[in-house]
C-alpha cells in the first residue's frame, strides 16, 4: 500500500478502528520513522481533536434546515401536518353529513333538502312537494 492510500486511513488509525492488515502497515511506517506517516498519523489527531471540542446540540435557523431538506427531498414537518389536518378535517366532514343524513331519514324525510324548502314555505309545485315526502297527503 503506497502512502496515498494510507493517507485516507491515518483518521480511522487514530481512533482505533482501523482493520487489520492496514493497521499493522501503519504501524511498520511508523515504526521505521516513516516521516510522511508520522505527519500523516499527527495531521488525523490534531483533526480528531478539533471534532472532539465542537460544540453540541447546535441547532441550524429554520430556513437553513428547510433548505438543506428541500435540497434532499424532504418535505418540512409542518407542511405534512397540514396535510394530515386537511385530510383529517374532510373525513371529519364527511362523517358529519353522513349522520345528517341518517338522521334526516330517521326522522322520515328523504334528506334535509325538502324539509327545508318545506321550512322556508318555497314556491315548488304541488306535485314536486309529494314526490319529494313533503305533503304526504
Ligand atoms: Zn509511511
Redesign the pocket.
Known sequence: MN?EE?SGLYELYTLGVLEEPERAE?DQ??G?N????QA?VKGALRLNALLATLPEGVEPSRQLRQRVMASVGVEPALSRFWKNAWALAAVALAMVLVVMAIDSHRRGQDSWLPRAAGDSRCLMRPDLRKRAGIDRK
Open positions: 502512502h494510507l501503519i511506517h511508523l521505521a516513516c516521516p510522511e506517516c500523516g
